[in-house]
């Protein structure tokens, strides 16, 4: 056992603050990883004030995790001391279900061990995040990090870079398709920049003008101002593929009606209310309503290697972990362009 530094919330209504935590042991297939980055995701939020209503205590969020190897198993192959590598969601999972078989580890019918808030697969010993000076994790769930990429900017690949690419690629998005994204913030940045790389034709599809610069600047094509009727009218049938982000009420119904023939809608964001859906605009097109949870161990690499290919990395706010809290209250006013990411060498 190695006893780590971390920032902790003891309950729904405390603040973040220091606190120690034991991590295992290196065992013979283990990576240890002295972190230099976390990033800050909105679910980290929800999960430390129990907005889910499935909050354990004390808890270490965070899933955006890279750093540097420190230490590895007698049985370990693909990562040695000194190696960048990072952790994302997911810390283990059954291996051996249908899911995990076809590499959707995030799918686990035995249901998968997330990096916080959650147990290992022994379900009792709990996970704990990434606000914090080293984790421990089995190789088979550790990341491997181009010197290429920034680091900082790297971690929120672990979550909105997969969660956006993921379905981008299901939906194998190719050069010419046309591509919109709903919302432009944590994950809609990046559903841009790895659309645009992949060669489609991107919009960003928002309710503030203001975005359009920011959008453009991206590697958006065109912007469409959703606050506006006529744009619906005027985008009408335009989109092979709609990603999107948004976690507010919204009228899913409008945006279907932009598919083209075939085309589909991707749900990334969850609303706190259901939302209704009307049957036509799915039947007269046969267009398909889907959404998408990050994404398994290969694809996750496999995006790592396509943004270091691509120098894609997340634009980011590199802060002191002893601001957390006002970041959180920061992202709650959308007050981030486009992700926070914690120095846990501020530890």
Same mark, same amino acid.
């Given at each position: 056992?190695? *006893?780590?530094?971390?920032?902790?919330?003891?309950?729904?209504?405390?603040?973040?603050?220091?606190?120690?935590?034991?991590?295992?042991?290196?065992?013979?297939?283990?990576?240890?990883?002295?972190?230099?980055?976390?990033?800050?995701?909105?679910?980290?939020?929800?999960?430390?004030?129990?907005?889910?209503?499935?909050?354990?205590?004390?808890?270490?969020?965070?899933?955006?995790?890279?750093?540097?190897? *420190?230490?590895?198993?007698?049985?370990?192959?693909?990562?040695?001391?000194?190696?960048?590598?990072?952790?994302?969601?997911?810390?283990?999972?059954?291996?051996?279900?249908?899911?995990?078989?076809?590499?959707?580890?995030?799918?686990?019918?035995?249901?998968?061990?997330?990096?916080?808030?959650?147990?290992?697969?022994?379900?009792?010993?709990?996970?704990?995040?990434?606000?914090?000076?080293?984790?421990?994790?089995?190789?088979?769930?550790?990341?491997?990090?181009?010197?290429?990429?920034?680091?900082?900017?790297?971690?929120?690949?672990?979550?909105?870079?997969? *969660?956006?690419?993921?379905?981008?690629?299901?939906?194998?998005?190719?050069?010419?398709?046309?591509?919109?994204?709903?919302?432009?913030?944590?994950?809609?940045?990046?559903?841009?920049?790895?659309?645009?790389?992949?060669?489609?034709?991107? *919009?960003?599809?928002?309710?503030?003008?203001?975005?359009?610069?920011?959008?453009?600047?991206?590697?958006?094509?065109?912007?469409?101002?959703?606050?506006?009727?006529?744009?619906?009218?005027?985008?009408?049938?335009?989109?092979?593929?709609?990603?999107?982000?948004?976690?507010?009420?919204?009228?899913?119904?409008?945006?279907?009606?932009?598919?083209?023939?075939?085309?589909?809608?991707?749900?990334?964001?969850?609303?706190?209310?259901?939302?209704?859906?009307?049957?036509?605009?799915?039947?007269?097109?046969?267009?398909?309503?889907?959404?998408?949870?990050?994404?398994?161990?290969?694809?996750?690499?496999?995006?790592?290697?396509?943004?270091?290919?691509?120098?894609?990395?997340?634009?980011?706010?590199?802060?002191?972990?002893?601001?957390?809290?006002?970041?959180?209250?920061?992202?709650?006013?959308?007050?981030?362009?486009?992700?926070?990411?914690?120095?846990?060498?501020?530890?």
């Amino acid at each position: 056992m190695t *006893t780590a530094k971390v920032y902790a919330a003891a309950s729904a209504t405390s603040p973040l603050a220091p606190f120690q935590i034991e991590r295992r042991a290196t065992g013979l297939h283990d990576v240890q990883i002295e972190i230099a980055y976390c990033g800050i995701c909105h679910s980290d939020l929800h999960q430390v004030r129990n907005e889910w209503g499935n909050s354990t205590y004390p808890m270490v969020p965070g899933h955006e995790i890279v750093g540097r190897v *420190t230490a590895v198993g007698a049985h370990v192959k693909g990562l040695k001391v000194g190696d960048l590598a990072g952790v994302g969601c997911l810390v283990d999972s059954c291996r051996a279900c249908p899911s995990c078989q076809r590499h959707l580890e995030q799918f686990c019918e035995k249901g998968a061990a997330f990096s916080y808030n959650g147990t290992e697969m022994d379900r009792t010993t709990p996970t704990y995040g990434g606000y914090s000076s080293s984790v421990v994790v089995d190789e088979a769930f550790t990341l491997k990090i181009s010197p290429k990429l920034d680091l900082a900017a790297t971690a929120p690949l672990l979550c909105a870079g997969i *969660t956006t690419y993921s379905p981008l690629r299901h939906w194998k998005t190719k050069k010419g398709d046309k591509v919109g994204v709903v919302g432009l913030g944590g994950l809609g940045h990046m559903a841009v920049k790895i659309a645009a790389a992949m060669g489609a034709e991107v *919009t960003m599809l928002s309710t503030s003008k203001a975005k359009e610069a920011d959008a453009r600047k991206l590697g958006a094509h065109h912007f469409g101002l959703t606050s506006d009727d006529t744009t619906f009218k005027q985008l009408a049938g335009q989109f092979d593929l709609i990603i999107d982000t948004i976690s507010a009420p919204h009228d899913y119904n409008k945006y279907l009606g932009l598919l083209r023939i075939e085309g589909a809608m991707v749900l990334l964001g969850v609303p706190p209310e259901p939302t209704p859906v009307s049957a036509f605009p799915l039947i007269m097109g046969r267009r398909t309503l889907s959404g998408s949870l990050i994404g398994g161990l290969q694809e996750t690499q496999e995006m790592l290697d396509f943004c270091a290919e691509h120098g894609i990395v997340s634009e980011i706010e590199l802060i002191p972990v002893q601001q957390v809290n006002a970041a959180y209250e920061r992202m709650l006013k959308n007050d981030v362009r486009y992700r926070f990411v914690l120095d846990l060498k501020t530890l």
